[in-house]
């Protein structure tokens, strides 16, 4: 399983920004995660491989949207009304060992990561 995330960019507090997590290989649950200077990785949402089921932690709630596109076999989030706060690397895994699966050991493939910076 290969994994590649695209779409992070330099925005201002309060734009939107859609990521791409593009896999190729086998189906499977994926998630995206961030990493921010300094800072332990952290879960943010995932799905299933069905993408009818999800799975977000409590701070992105209402923000943050994570779906599939299971003919291009890709995964989105779509991020709206970002904050500094949001600034980090986000990447994308799959395969996790269970559901949900919110740390960083339990998901078996990764990406390169995309960088995404909010502006104040």
């Known amino acids: 399983v290969r994994l590649e995330e695209s779409g992070g960019a330099l925005v201002q507090t309060g734009a939107s920004l859609r990521l791409t997590c593009t896999a190729t290989?086998?189906?499977?649950?994926v998630a995206w995660f961030r990493q921010a200077p300094g800072k332990e990785r952290e879960f943010v949402a995932c799905v299933n491989w069905r993408g009818d089921l999800t799975f977000y932690v409590d701070f992105i709630k209402g923000r943050f949207a994570i779906s599939r596109d299971s003919a291009k076999n890709t995964v989105h989030l779509q991020m709206n009304t970002l904050k500094p706060e949001d600034t980090a690397i986000y990447y994308c895994a799959a395969a996790p060992s269970r559901w949900p699966a919110t740390s960083s050991s339990e998901w078996q493939f990764w990406g390169q990561g995309t960088q995404v910076t909010v502006s104040s």
């Open positions: 290989g086998e189906t499977f649950d």
